[in-house]
């Protein structure tokens, strides 16, 4: 069993910035691979970032490049992701997952039926 709980979200302004966390709980990470995803109302569920927990590898959407940073502290269990020169458009629910299937070669996938836990979302809003 996993638990996720994220934290961080909140209103700020375009241009702004703002860091997500996610604290996991488990009983082994080895093999996981975590994602940040997003909702908007009225969209569908769409990935932003991923990271496998061993080797630390990410896989980004077109949307965020270079804008998001998604990374983990091993020593304290908990997945980040920095947002920065946050757009409107990056309005949504942000939903913290983790992928537990052992795939080799390890991938990154990035739709939202290959997670099988998920945290409760944190809301980011951005406005102009």
């Known amino acids: 069993q996993v638990q996720l709980v994220e934290s961080g979200g909140g209103s700020v302004r375009t241009g702004g910035s703002l860091t997500l966390s996610c604290a996991v709980s488990?009983?082994?990470?080895?093999?996981?691979?975590m994602g940040w995803f997003r909702q908007a109302p009225g969209k569908e569920r769409e990935f932003v970032a991923g990271?496998?927990?061993?080797?630390?590898?990410?896989h980004y959407a077109e949307a965020v490049k270079g804008r998001f940073t998604i990374s983990r502290d091993n020593a304290k269990n908990t997945v980040y992701l920095q947002m920065n020169s946050l757009k409107p458009e990056d309005t949504a629910v942000y939903y913290c997952?983790?992928?537990?299937?052992?795939?080799?070669?390890?991938?990154?996938?990035?739709?939202?039926?290959?997670?099988?836990?998920w945290g409760q979302g944190t809301q980011v809003t951005v406005s102009s």
């Open positions: 488990a009983r082994t990470f080895s093999n996981y691979k």
């Open positions: 990271i496998t927990w061993s080797d630390g590898d990410t």
């Open positions: 997952a983790t992928d537990v299937a052992v795939i080799r070669p390890v991938v990154i996938r990035t739709w939202s039926s290959a997670y099988a836990f």
